[in-house]
T-cell receptor, first 114, second 112 residues
């Protein structure tokens, strides 16, 4: 049973560039959430996708956008990268929208913006 | 705004002793609380949770206590083992709200 997978593992970009991160949910899960974890901090909720729509969003600017595909996999896009976007980006999957569903996290993508 | 706080960045305990990790929250709308464990180069792994209708939940060596009036929860690990060494995150959410808030984490080191 494959867990949550993310690609790439590491990524280096320069300011102003755009980046796309990818996530495949755990088998049987239909909901994907994205988190940003800055160094020394806990994960911060970016947004959640269910049925190919953004269902809820945290306090992140429009430069952060996403997509969910019919197979439930998801992408996180960040435009006009800033140095402060350097972080570990975590994807979590769950079943359904209920807040109490346990979320399973992937290993993350480490993004470095130079 | 940091609605979930873990005020101890690190904790060191001896193998076999009890580990107590603490977490405070400010949002009274939170009604579901979770603890995650994170090893280096891995994503957080769900450990244990508690609903606001309970004040205690136990799963093997792990027990979570919730004090709603104090807006405080704690995770007890008894007995602590070296394999428990990891970063522990406290998280909270409100019913039907998937914006789960995390604390900054506490690094637990269990010494043999």
């Amino acid at each position: 049973d494959a867990g949550v997978t993310q690609s790439p593992t590491h990524l280096i970009k320069t300011r102003g560039q755009q980046v796309t991160l990818r996530c495949s949910p755990k088998s049987g899960h239909d909901t994907v959430s994205w988190y940003q974890q800055a160094l020394g901090q806990g994960p911060q909720f970016i947004f959640q996708y269910y049925e190919e729509e953004e269902r809820q969003r945290g306090n992140f600017p429009d430069r952060f956008s996403g997509h969910q595909f019919p197979n439930y996999s998801s992408e996180l896009n960040v435009n006009a990268l800033l140095l402060g976007d350097s972080a570990l980006y975590l994807c979590a999957s769950s079943l359904g929208l209920a807040g109490e569903d346990t979320q399973y996290f992937g290993p993350g993508t480490r993004l470095t913006v130079l | 705004d940091q609605q979930v706080k873990q005020n101890s960045p690190s904790l060191s305990v001896q193998e076999g002793r009890i580990s107590i990790l603490n977490c405070d929250y400010t949002n009274s709308m939170f009604d579901y609380f979770l603890w995650y464990k994170k090893y280096p180069a891995e994503g957080p792994t769900f450990l244990i949770s508690i609903s606001s209708i309970k004040d205690k939940n136990e799963d093997g060596r792990f027990t979570v206590f919730l004090n709603k009036s104090a807006k405080h929860l704690s995770l007890h690990i008894v007995p602590s083992q070296p394999g428990d060494s990891a970063v522990y995150f406290c998280a909270a959410s409100a019913m039907n709200n998937n914006d789960m808030r995390f604390g900054a984490g506490t690094r637990l080191t269990v010494k043999p």
